[in-house]
């Protein structure tokens, strides 16, 4: 076991130690050979070392064209998936009761990092009655979505898009503001998550939610295939959470303990065995698992893989204690 001393420049994302275990050598998108997976020696956190934050990647959305070079998927099928997800996200929303359907206000929702807006239109479409609004850092992507939500719907979309990152300015002119706040894949590219996770609580209304979404450093699928780990680690994540760390990142950021952490299952049992069968991605066809032909199986998958917390994603829904 070999362990790096301060001088690397290491400093933990969570709890700002010094020290670490490699744990990946290849990062996807790292042109330096620089970078590296590590593991901090004295928390367990897992995240990029040093940690590169560029806001060009996201102007670009280097990221999609990225995976969808890597894994060899049209930009259609992506955009399919895409609605599919945001879709999921919405009825997960609706189900766990995350924003209020009283008659008699207008409850309000921030997506944070929203990209194409597809969650913030479709809630909005759900919710009728709803202020959505969307926050993203880029101008242009915001623009892509608002095309593509026309093409689909062939109606403009009616939520309210905010360019910009969410800091300390906004989230005092907007403190006690929304119902609900999401971060759907968002936690794991900041430099400072446990600031984010602050400002994002100062928005939340009492009564209200904060719901987070992050891939899984628990995914079982990374042990079970190199391949899948070779791509699952990229120079735009810069942390890792398993759910004790995602659990002790709630707590340094708002003060409780989550309400409910559970694994949660986005791609279905096909594109899993083929990781591990051909250490490869199924390419243009990933299976996203759109119908119900199959659900008897997906569904025993999915939830031996949920009670293991072993799933591609963790959610975590924090309630702020009502006032008095």
């Not at 009655?129 to 926050?135: E, F, T, W």
């Not at 070779?230 to 989550?258: A, C, Q, V, W």
Request: proline residues 5%; hydrophobic residues 35%; contains cysteine.
């Amino acid at each position: 076991m070999m362990w790096f001393s301060e001088n690397t420049g290491f400093s933990c994302l969570l709890c700002h130690y010094h020290d670490y275990q490699l744990h990946f050598q290849n990062v996807r998108g790292d042109e330096s050979g620089n970078l590296k997976i590590v593991n901090c020696a004295a928390c367990g956190h897992r995240q990029l070392s040093l940690p590169v934050y560029n806001l060009s990647h996201y102007e670009k959305d280097m990221q999609v064209y990225s995976s969808i070079e890597e894994c060899g998927t049209p930009l259609k099928k992506f955009i399919e998936n895409s609605w599919l997800q945001a879709q999921r996200r919405v009825n997960r929303v609706l189900t766990d009761r995350l924003m209020p359907q009283s008659q008699q206000f207008m409850p309000a929702c921030l997506d944070i990092g929203g990209g194409y807006g597809f969650f913030s239109h479709l809630l909005k479409s759900a919710l009728p009655g709803a202020q959505v609004d969307m926050l993203d850092p880029s101008e242009a992507r915001i623009e892509t979505g608002k095309k593509l939500i026309e093409e689909r719907d062939e109606v403009p979309t009616q939520i309210r898009y905010i360019a910009g990152l969410l800091d300390n300015i906004f989230a005092h002119n907007h403190q006690s503001t929304y119902d609900l706040i999401t971060l759907w894949h968002v936690v794991e590219h900041v430099p400072e998550p446990i600031q984010l996770v602050k400002d994002a609580w100062q928005l939340v209304k009492p009564g209200g939610w904060l719901s987070i979404e992050v891939p899984n450093a628990n995914d079982e699928l990374l042990s079970l295939s190199s391949a899948f780990a070779n791509y699952s680690y990229m120079i735009e994540h810069l942390s890792y959470f398993s759910p004790d760390k995602l659990s002790e990142l709630i707590e340094l950021g708002t003060d409780r303990k989550p309400d409910n952490l559970y694994g949660y299952q986005r791609y279905g049992i096909f594109n899993y065995m083929h990781w591990i069968y051909a250490n490869a991605p199924l390419g243009a066809e990933p299976d996203f698992f759109p119908g119900e032909d199959r659900w008897w199986l997906e569904k025993t998958w999915r939830e031996q893989r949920a009670n293991a917390l072993t799933t591609d994603a963790l959610v975590v829904n924090i309630q702020k204690p009502e006032r008095g």
